[in-house]
């Protein structure tokens, strides 16, 4: 077969169709192939019919129509499936060709991939591509990361199929060496959940709280969508609120109240508590899915036992936009944690990342897209070695601004039995930052008296550890110092 494809992709579920379709819109010719054979006459058959489009039955045949560098396109279910095609594709590539992941990997597989791809003498890109269906067919974020000799073969085709923002700059860019790009999907789809989980707490403050109905609900996130909430999640639940079943009433009224998830939330969790920084806010809206599946047992439980009616009374116009301001606020500390994660993994794998570009990734495309994220570009441009996104001159006044409301929203919650674990613990987490003296002395010496596990002392430099025998009975004999 002549070497005519730009490119290759396997894989033709959702997210790979659109994406073929989004390249060949851009002018590049895609060589597809699906381990189900079939599903690659039946793609050029329909969707692909009149384009561009290449069909390959075998990876042979996919392979032998690539342009050199060859780029292979994976769009696979993660993990064994993506070492499986690595596995088949090394030996029909040769020196210089790449490999591509495009799926949801994790992020230490990725950097498994890359150093193993690499020994055979090819390139490896892991790459997060988020927006869904819509965003791969129209232009979606995406996020490489790998070996960085790879990245001028495939910026001209991610660059061109990906979102554009107002200034038509690309979602897309190098994020750094190895498993860079996913763990930067990772801590996007982290981030996803928590925006999704203060949302569904808000929804819940109005809707059991306030006695809102859909419509209400509805008019109340098109108002918020107007503002400094602006963003692709508040617009599809206003969106979701409005749309009616065939009888009339509210669609979402109809749904189980019981959510999935695909483990990313709990990849973020898992990396945080690794790199030792606290992703709480994240960690709530994981767990807060866990509860929503216990549906049979919350049913039962609910018939036993007693708490507060969860009435909220007073203006409703007030508690609306103080509902408004505590989402706001709890966001900005959820992105806080996010951006506090991915600069410790830069430090602990030596990736170089650059904060500002990762804002400006997800300004378009993907699912966590927002006005928003303009001014942690903002920020991050004008200090980028910014600490922390709370200390930032724009995001310390929100926070100021929003305070007494956000208060106002959790204690109100707290005492009328509403649940807002992720309000509550984005709050808790502020207040814990600000605070220049933590409880932790009593809880070290509490590790000292059971463990002999040590302390520092505050009138002595730090990285001096002392030991006290506190009963008189131990000896003087201390543990080790490590940190978990």
């Known amino acids: 077969m002549e070497a005519t494809a730009d490119i290759a992709l396997i894989g033709l579920a959702v997210m790979g ?32 019919k009149g384009t561009k489009v290449i069909g390959a039955h075998s990876l042979q045949e996919m392979v032998s129509s690539l342009k050199r560098p060859r780029r292979v396109m994976l769009l696979v279910k993660a993990g064994k499936a993506v070492d499986e095609f690595i596995e088949q594709l090394i030996p029909l590539l040769e020196p210089g060709d790449i490999i591509i992941d495009g799926g949801n990997s994790l992020y230490l597989d990725t950097i498994r991939r890359t150093s193993y791809v690499e020994s055979k003498g090819l390139l490896y890109i892991g790459t997060g591509v988020s927006g869904g269906e819509e965003g791969a067919r129209r232009g979606p974020s995406i996020m490489p990361g790998g070996s960085p000799a790879a990245w001028p073969h495939v910026k001209p085709i991610f660059q061109a199929v990906s979102a554009k923002v107002e200034n038509g700059s690309p979602c897309c860019d190098w994020v750094g060496e190895n498993g860079a790009g996913h763990f930067v999907k990772m801590v996007h789809n982290g981030i996803e959940y928590g925006d999704m989980q203060l949302i569904c707490e808000a929804y819940h403050l109005m809707s059991a709280g306030l006695g809102m109905t859909a419509d209400e609900m509805h008019q109340a996130f098109a108002s918020w969508n107007d503002g400094e909430l602006n963003s692709y999640l508040i617009e599809i639940t206003r969106d979701i609120l409005a749309f009616k079943d065939e009888d009339g009433t509210p669609m979402v009224d109809k ?3 019981t959510a999935g998830q695909k483990g990313t939330g709990k990849w973020t969790v898992n990396a945080s508590l690794d790199l030792g920084i606290p992703v709480t806010l994240i960690g709530e809206a994981v767990y807060s899915r866990c509860v929503s599946a ?26 609306v936009e103080d509902i408004r301001k505590a989402l706001y606020a709890s966001k900005i500390v959820s992105y806080a944690q996010g951006f506090m994660l991915m600069r410790e993994a830069a430090k602990e794998y030596k990736w170089n990342l650059n904060n500002g570009g990762i804002a400006l990734m997800w300004r378009g495309g993907c ?24 200390l930032d001159k724009f995001f310390q006044q929100a926070i100021k601004d929003a305070q007494r409301s956000w208060r106002n929203v959790v204690s109100t919650a707290v005492k009328k039995g509403i649940p807002v674990p992720a309000f509550s613990s984005a709050l808790a987490f502020y207040d814990a930052y600000r605070s220049g003296r933590l409880p932790a002395n009593l809880l070290q010496a509490q590790r000292d008296y059971f463990g002999a596990h040590t302390y520092e002392r505050l009138d002595k430099p730090r990285g001096e550890f002392f030991h006290t025998n506190w009963t008189g009975r131990g000896g003087s004999v201390a543990s080790s110092t490590y940190t978990v």
Do not use: C, W
């Open 17 to 48: 169709q659109n994406l073929v379709l989004n390249m060949n819109d851009h002018g590049f010719t895609v060589v597809v192939y699906n381990r189900t054979v079939a599903k690659v006459d039946e793609f050029l058959n329909k969707e692909a």
């Open 255 to 257: 749904i189980l109240d």
């Open 294 to 319: 216990l549906k049979d047992e919350r049913v039962a439980a609910a018939k036993k036992l007693k708490g507060p009616r969860g009435k909220i009374a007073g203006d409703r116009q007030k508690v």
């Open 367 to 390: 699912i966590i897209r927002s006005v928003f994220l303009g001014k942690i570009k903002e920020a991050f441009d004008a200090n980028p070695k910014l600490s922390n996104l709370l």
